[in-house]
């Protein structure tokens, strides 16, 4: 199953998620207690908007433009486009004709970028964090699997381009 055939580019309402056959089958309420590992609406969004400029990469896209073909409010999709351009993957110009285009080569952008940038560090566990200060790590006999996991799917997102998505490599 190729990851981005599911929910992550064609849903508006639904976010793509990770998660033990355990607690679905349990019914759990929390993320906590699920134990997802989720990627955002927002991020969601960030992909829907990218794409849209990676497929059109000679013209601006107003913000006010991509919100109403994304369907989020406008003040969501200027905080989208703020983290992105705090990531230097986009840059706003400003102005009557301004709107947004793609900094960098979408060949270039990796989805784990995209991911971060809107969501911060993707991580698998609480103890995989880059700040973790768990007092079990050193003898936890799971802590290796956490963070073997967690580099599979960083590995992963980072050799999926944007470019690839868009164009479904």
């Known amino acids: 199953i190729h990851w981005f055939s599911g929910t992550c580019l064609h849903s508006p309402t639904r ?3 990770v ?3 355990r607690a679905q089958t349990k019914g759990w309420s929390s993320k906590k207690d699920r134990g997802e590992m989720d990627i955002s ?3 969601d969004y960030a992909l829907r908007m990218l794409a849209m400029l990676a497929e059109d990469r ?3 896209l107003s913000v006010r433009t991509a919100a109403e073909k994304v369907d ?3 003040s969501f999709a200027r905080s ?4 992105l351009v705090l990531a ?3 840059e706003s110009l400003r102005g009557v004709h301004g709107g947004m285009r793609l900094k960098v080569d979408p060949a270039q952008i990796t989805i784990r970028q995209v991911v971060e940038a809107i969501q911060g560090p993707l991580v698998m566990n609480e103890c995989t964090a880059p700040t973790a200060d768990c007092a079990r790590m050193g003898g936890c006999c799971y802590h290796p699997l956490w963070v073997g996991t967690q580099a599979l799917v960083h ?3 980072d050799s999926v381009t944007l470019d690839d998505v868009v164009n479904r490599r």
């Not at 989208?80 to 983290?83: C, K, S, V, Y």
């Open 15 to 17: 976010s793509v998620r």
């Open 19 to 21: 998660v033990s056959p």
């Open 41 to 43: 609406r927002k991020t």
């Open 58 to 60: 000679e013209s601006l």
């Open 72 to 74: 989020v409010p406008y």
């Open 80 to 83: 989208i486009q703020h983290g």
């Open 88 to 90: 230097g993957i986009v």
């Open 155 to 157: 590995d992963y997102l």
